[in-house]
């Protein structure tokens, strides 16, 4: 067993279930069990401790095929949702990242964890070793949330948190906190840490005695989450993992990484299109033509109405009507004299005496208020007496 032998630098000797987890095998604790069943080999002979150091998996074989060497790693966003854990598999049945993660992705291991209710950006790489270098709170990688709580909290409370906090007996790092608007009776807050304890955000907020109820992580180092839908996923470019891998083992370490600007947006994950049927020409803008095309391709003609020229439905036909003469008013009847209309009924005669033949002279009849009898013509004459 050509195993590399302990005065060797620690730096080029890894354990062997580092080495086939960074090969996409398995993961660590899943190599273990594998190793234990007598399924890894080296120079074919089977292994029975995953105690065994190696700077090559030269002649290591797993179920008897030979493993390749380790691919560059690569590093991927995912949008995780809520309602969903951040492991592979539940013994209670509940849904995983892996049952939401998009088809067609290589084995992926989480950078940290989100809960099961929180949601937001979760990295995931091929590359354990890139995985411990993005969780260790020595390298100090940022990491942001935005928090939705209810209760009420000043911006002091939030800036005594940039010195530490003890809850339960646990040591909570610094944590850049900033109220950032009010809705209602809720807050919403932005905060910024390195740590990543477990339920740390959660924890912090409920001991200044706020309710949080949403929480969404935006930001892990350089890469955010931005507008990228729920439950999608895409590849962070290889040039921008090189550039942070170099800024992260520089003399800034993880605060330079974290601000590092990006060259690019992350790379869109390819997914497999089926190539649709060949079109001859452009396609039809109507109705009509689309159907003669249709028939030629499927070789089923139907019935095609009456072709159009325009979107609009045709005219029906409408029979043409004879001309009709030019409307002429009916003559009106003349006027009488003096303008008097034909229709006008004319003025009564005067009343006349049936004897004599002459004009009869009626004086206007007045009347007073009150009284219903009739005046004579002219103004009354001194006071009248009572009424009888």
Not at 178 to 202: H, P, Q, S, Y
Not at 222 to 243: G, S
Request: aromatic share 4%.
């Amino acid at each position: 067993m050509s195993a590399s032998s302990p005065n060797e630098p620690s730096r080029q000797q890894h354990r062997i279930a580092k080495l086939l987890a960074r090969a996409g095998i398995a993961s660590r604790r899943e190599v273990e069990r594998m190793i234990a069943e007598g399924r890894v080999a080296l120079d074919g002979q089977v292994l029975t401790t995953p105690a065994i150091t190696l700077t090559s998996l030269n002649g290591v074989t797993v179920d008897g095929e030979a493993v390749a060497a380790a691919a560059p790693a690569r590093l991927f966003r995912f949008h995780k949702p809520t309602g969903v854990l951040t492991t592979e598999r539940d013994p209670r049945g509940r849904p995983t990242i892996y049952s939401r993660l998009p088809p067609g992705l290589p084995r992926l291991v989480p950078v940290g964890r989100l809960d099961l209710n929180t949601e937001g950006l979760l990295l995931m790489t091929t590359d354990g070793e890139l995985k411990r270098q993005l969780e260790l709170p020595a390298t100090g990688v940022e990491r942001s949330y935005r928090a939705r709580a209810y209760g009420q909290v000043s911006q002091e409370q939030l800036e005594d948190l940039m010195l530490g906090t003890e809850i339960d007996g646990v040591r909570y790092g610094p944590i850049d906190a900033n109220l950032e608007r009010r809705t209602g009776a809720n807050v919403w807050i932005e905060l910024t840490l390195t740590e990543g304890k477990n339920r740390e955000v959660r924890r912090v907020l409920e001991h200044l005695g706020l309710k949080v109820s949403r929480l969404i992580r935006t930001r892990y180092g350089p890469f955010r989450l931005d507008d990228m839908p729920v439950a999608a996923a895409d590849e962070v470019r290889q040039h921008d993992l090189i550039l942070f891998r170099k800024a992260l083992a520089g003399p800034g370490g993880g605060k330079a990484a974290s601000n590092l600007q990006l060259s690019g947006k992350p790379k869109a994950e390819r997914v497999a299109v089926t190539e649709a049927a060949p079109v001859e020409e452009t396609t039809p803008s109507n109705r009509a033509d689309r159907r003669k095309v249709a028939a030629k391709t499927t070789g089923t003609a139907r019935p095609a109405r009456p072709e159009r020229t325009s979107g609009r439905p045709p005219a029906k036909a409408v029979a043409a009507k004879p001309e009709a003469k030019p409307h002429r008013p009916e003559a009106k009847p003349k006027a009488g004299p003096k303008g008097w209309g034909a229709n006008r009924k004319p003025r009564p005669a005067p009343a006349r005496d049936d004897d004599a033949g002459e004009l009869i002279d009626r004086p206007k009849r007045r009347y007073r208020s009150g009284d219903r009898r009739p005046l004579a013509k002219g103004p009354p004459k001194g006071p009248r007496s009572p009424r009888k």
